[in-house]
């Protein structure tokens, strides 16, 4: 069997799989299982398996995730979100379209605490979904900022994917969360463009004018003060040198589980379910970290990688067409598989093309904005239609909005998601400036 029928193969039996349901982790495994046994055999397949799989868990670098994972579970049950979005509607509230713009706002502070697209979503979604439909706005404006929103999970550090991308392409991963600061911040700031226009261009989804009744007061402000001391204490303490980003989990976890109970918000059940929750959110990271390292050890075996690399190059083309077409395969990836999945699978493959390109930037300067390219364009498979898997969360906690009307809801969001990605395409400078006062 030849090198290329031999890889088709290995996607077709992953694809396959995935397509009668099984777990995206078991899939990369049978699949690598599959094209390792048939080029090398059983016995170096078990011999891969049983180094392989200590070598990957027993990383000191991994412990960032459950704990990046714990502290956002912390802060999703310890009541932080409510205070979070009635000090953003009190600031947003006297604006048309406020309330969705709060939504936002909440969902970008929220992030910075959590880490994770999904539960950044459904626990904002708690919060301001009532609370948009009292005040008349539609469930397709709704429910589309709410996925949208929920994205900035994932694209304000703390970032789980950012995490892996850092582990995978041997990145500083506090660099990487530097880069990402101001990519996100115009993420947020376009999403609340995006509502700006569109209640103006599509009446009837947003009231005229809110009458929100929060106001300023101290005591919002104190509810939000939980959230910046921690985003002070984790990256100031990073930054500025006094701990890893690792140790700047646990403190960030310790803290916020703090918090929680400052805020009495925490029981003992809740407790349980943080610890649970986060348990089978790393083991689920864990098994999917396996499962693409035997499959990617497969595809390496084939060496079609490498000529696909070298055909690439062959081809003379821009370094900016590569990147985009890249980006372009991630967007139709993103309607089959989930932003960890595609992450893991294609940047042992995508990551030495792209580092081998003249970019006119040194090679650390090409893997971080890689990185952060790659981080906004995987949150497109969140929110694009066959699968958004935002949306699907933030639809199913409301149950008198159809499905359709939700997709229609995230498209004003997908046009600010090409326009910001654009930008930071043709622009690399604006991901790596902070970078450059850490060097």
């Known amino acids: 069997m030849s090198p290329l029928l031999l890889t088709l193969m290995i996607f077709a039996i992953m694809l396959g799989l995935m397509a009668i349901r099984t777990p995206i982790a078991i899939a990369m495994f049978a699949a690598g299982c ?123 550090p703390p970032s789980v994917p950012l995490v892996i991308y850092a582990i995978l392409a041997e990145q500083n991963i506090a660099k990487l969360f530097a880069a990402a600061m101001i990519p996100g911040l115009i993420a947020m700031l376009g999403y609340m463009a995006a509502i700006a226009v569109y209640v103006r261009l599509v009446p009837g989804h947003a009231p005229e004018q809110d009458t929100v009744s929060e106001k300023i007061t101290l005591e919002s402000l104190k509810g939000v003060l939980p959230i910046a001391l921690i985003f002070v204490l984790v990256f100031g303490g990073i930054y500025g040198g006094f701990f890893t980003p690792t140790e700047g989990a646990a403190v960030g976890a310790a803290s916020t589980f703090v918090a929680a109970l400052v805020l009495r918000e925490l029981t003992l059940d809740k407790l349980k379910t943080c610890f649970y929750a986060t348990a089978e959110g790393s083991a689920m990271i864990f098994m999917i970290f396996l499962g693409a390292d035997l499959m990617n050890s497969a595809l390496a075996l084939t060496q079609v990688p490498a000529q696909l690399a070298s055909v690439v190059q062959s081809w003379n083309l821009s370094p900016l067409m590569v990147v985009s077409a890249i980006l372009l395969f991630y967007v139709v990836l993103g309607a089959v598989m989930d932003e960890l999945s595609m992450i893991l699978l294609t940047i042992p493959i995508f990551f030495p093309m792209v580092i081998g390109l003249d970019f006119g930037m040194p090679r650390d300067s090409v893997a971080i904005w890689f990185g952060i390219m790659v981080l906004m364009t995987v949150g497109f498979g969140l929110l694009a239609p066959p699968v958004g898997l935002n949306v699907y969360v933030v639809n199913g906690m409301a149950k008198d909005v159809p499905i359709a009307e939700s997709y229609r809801g995230v498209m004003p969001f997908l046009v600010s998601d090409v326009l910001r990605t654009l930008l930071l395409l043709f622009f690399p400078g604006i991901s790596l400036w902070l970078v450059q006062y850490l060097t």
């Open 34 to 156: 599959v094209g390792y046994v048939t080029q090398a055999g059983w016995s170096p397949l078990a011999s891969f398996l049983n180094s392989q799989a200590f070598a990957r868990f027993a990383s000191y670098d991994l412990s960032v995730i459950p704990l990046f994972i714990l502290m956002g579970h912390f802060a999703t049950q310890g009541g932080i979100s409510k205070s979070l979005f009635r000090f953003a509607s009190a600031v947003m509230g006297r604006f048309k379209g406020g309330l969705a713009m709060a939504a936002v706002l909440a969902s970008a502070a929220f992030g910075a605490i959590c880490g994770s697209s999904v539960a950044t979503a459904a626990t904002i979604t708690s919060v301001a979904l009532p609370e948009m439909k009292r005040h008349g706005y539609s469930g397709r404006l709704s429910t589309g900022t709410l996925a949208a929103g929920g994205t900035l999970g994932i694209l304000i």
